[in-house]
């Protein structure tokens, strides 16, 4: 099953609007799901489209919402990384935005978003990944436990070993000797 209704994440986002209270929010992917995040009082959504067209549309239907801040970021890097230049500390992570064609051979963005949600959670948050059947998002599903699945949408926090695993790897990268330099050691 890779396909999913577009709103098959209504319910479980109600559920854990209500049961987490989230706070300040990121989302790849602004739409329905923005609307019913900025109805909860006392959130602050932040949301990134990268299609022009869907970006006016963003605007347009958050207009009259001062706790939602709609981005375009047309660029995948910037788009990915949006989260990390916020400096802030997200509750909950709504990844349905840049979607890889289903049975696609290229990296899936969403597996990019997962990478960078897990640098950008609050120490309780969690990460909610719409379409989640979709068999392309496992390599990103990795770093998080499972709360719950429903109808093609996942609920997950990282798993307590990937913040230290993450910063493991920063560390040694740091030790690694810059291999972009073309510098000879034969003079």
């Known amino acids: 099953m890779d396909e999913v209704p ?3 994440f209504k319910n479980i986002l109600h559920k854990y609007m209500k049961l987490l209270k989230p706070k300040i929010i990121f989302e790849y992917g602004p739409g329905l799901s923005t609307s019913i995040m900025a109805s909860y009082p006392e959130t602050e959504v932040y949301t990134v489209e990268h299609q022009q067209n869907y970006f006016g549309r963003a605007l347009l239907d958050n207009a009259d919402k001062p706790n939602v801040c709609v981005y375009f970021r047309g660029d995948k890097d910037k788009y990915v990384n949006l989260p990390s230049t916020l400096n802030l500390k997200f ?5 349905d935005g840049w979607c890889t064609k289903p049975n696609s051979t290229e990296k ?3 597996v990019d978003c997962l990478l960078e ?3 950008c959670l609050s120490t309780n ?3 909610i990944l719409h379409d989640s059947c979709r068999p392309i998002y496992s390599e990103g599903r990795e770093l998080y436990e499972l709360i719950e699945e429903a109808d093609g ?3 997950m926090r990282l798993k307590s070993w990937s913040v230290c695993y993450i910063e ?6 740091k030790r690694l ?3 972009t330099d073309n510098k000879s050691d034969n003079v």
């Open 6 to 8: 577009c709103d098959s």
């Open 91 to 95: 509750d909950l992570i709504f990844i």
């Open 108 to 110: 899936s963005v969403r």
């Open 117 to 119: 949600a897990s640098k």
């Open 125 to 127: 948050g969690v990460v």
């Open 153 to 155: 949408t996942v609920v």
């Open 168 to 173: 493991i790897i920063k560390e040694r990268a």
């Open 177 to 179: 000797p810059d291999l």
